[in-house]
């Protein structure tokens, strides 16, 4: 058997049985069950125990999880949601703010201007997913601030996305072209697959659903899935985060009369592979960052919370939301998760920042997530915690 067949089978189970403990623990506390997994990572990880790695089979199986995660979360999505001005207005305030913070930390670190300018960009994008999954466990995805803050994040990672081109071009030569051609694409990609998908898929996947109910009714399951794989593709290939895509999928097949198959069958999926998700958050986090860069952890986490809180609360606040959901958008939006260390992996890549700015962002996802996964369970206080 290839080794990395070992290695998947044994860190899926290892970090199934750990997830079991974590589940049972936050269940007892009445706490986020995404702290407690992100908490058993870090005690597999290297930090500690050591009985598992951030590895290609792991990182593999954790996208996976997160393609779950924001597929489902975009089945109980309205597209008149995603598409109005308030979610691009928030979206586009909580995208650039972060990514000028976070660049002007790297001056004060005294970085050079590339440099800087990719941590800021490591900063712009939210991992939503984190969120969403808290969201439907207190069982309110689909109140307005919840289904502003899915929208506004699909603005945000397209200005992510315009930040990363922006960043990776300095190193090998600037160029308005390739920037244009990537705002097109993502935008193209975004517009096409959520306003014309909602008017094709729903149709089709009906239609597909009536002819084969009766004696191949799990096919239609594996049709959603496949769509939503799909489109996590597309988006992938063009240079968005695949969950974009994903969601976007489920937001387009919500309006279809059998996706009900799909939230039967997908719960069960997101179950083992959003598990993992949490968990590899967990696992890619170095403590050792925590004494070699302390002071850009603080700062960068700093940033990081403030520009999204201020920046999407502000503009939630114009856009017309009370104070308290203003704040709740805010802090919703904050959650860099997976998405910031990815980016600053391929950073890492390309020489732009070293292996202790890359632990140091790896570690202000994770504070970030926690952070903002207490703050919007207490947010939300006034709803009885819906645990499914």
């Known amino acids: ?7 998947i089978m044994y860190s899926i189970g290892l970090i199934l049985i750990f997830a079991i403990v974590a589940y049972f623990i936050s269940h007892k506390l009445k706490q986020p069950s995404q702290i407690w997994l992100i908490l058993s990572g870090i005690l597999l990880g290297p930090s500690l125990l050591g009985w598992i790695s951030y590895n290609e089979g792991v990182s593999a199986l954790a996208r996976i999880g997160s393609v779950f995660l924001l597929f489902m979360a975009g089945l109980h999505t309205d597209i008149r949601e995603i598409y109005n001005r308030k979610a691009f207005f928030v979206g586009a305030v909580g995208g650039v703010l ?6 002007l930390v790297g001056f004060l670190f005294g970085l050079d201007f590339i440099h800087a300018v990719f941590i800021g960009a490591t900063l712009v994008a939210t991992c939503i997913g ?3 999954a808290l969201l439907r466990e207190i069982g309110v995805i689909s109140t307005p601030t919840a289904r502003l803050m899915l929208g506004a994040a699909v603005v945000d990672d397209i200005v992510g996305l315009l930040a990363l081109s922006f960043a990776s071009s300095l190193a090998v030569g600037f160029s308005f072209a390739n920037l244009g ?3 097109i694409a993502a935008v193209g ?3 096409i697959g959520g306003l014309a998908g909602s008017k094709v898929l729903p149709h089709i996947f009906d239609r597909f659903d009536r ?3 009766v004696k191949l009714p799990q096919l239609t399951f594996m049709l959603g899935i496949g769509i939503a794989f799909s489109f996590a593709f597309v988006a992938n290939f063009i240079g968005l985060e695949a969950i974009i895509g994903a969601f976007i999928a489920g937001v387009a097949l919500s309006r279809s009369l059998a996706t009900k198959f799909l939230h039967q069958g997908g719960e069960f999926l997101e179950a083992i592979f959003a598990t993992v998700f949490f968990v590899a958050i967990g696992v890619a986090v170095e403590l050792s960052a925590l004494w070699t860069v302390p002071l850009l952890i603080i700062a960068l986490s700093s940033v990081a919370i403030l520009t999204k809180f201020a920046g999407c609360g502000w503009a939630a606040k114009r856009c017309g939301f009370n104070k308290k959901d203003s704040a709740i958008i805010g802090i919703g939006m904050s959650p860099r998760g997976e998405v910031a260390f990815i980016i600053a992996l391929h950073g890492l890549a390309l020489g732009l920042i070293s292996q202790e700015i890359y632990s140091a962002i790896v570690f202000v996802s994770f504070i970030t997530t926690v952070i903002a996964l207490f703050a919007l369970q207490k947010l939300y206080s006034d709803r009885p915690l819906k645990r499914k």
Do not use: C, K, Y
Request: no cysteine; aromatic share 8%.
């Open 181 to 183: 051609l990537t705002l």
């Open 211 to 213: 002819s084969l109910r």
């Open 189 to 191: 990609f975004v517009t």
């Open 130 to 132: 984190m969120t969403a």
């Open 98 to 103: 972060p990514f000028i913070g976070g660049t």
């Open 1 to 7: 058997m290839a080794l990395i067949e070992q290695t």
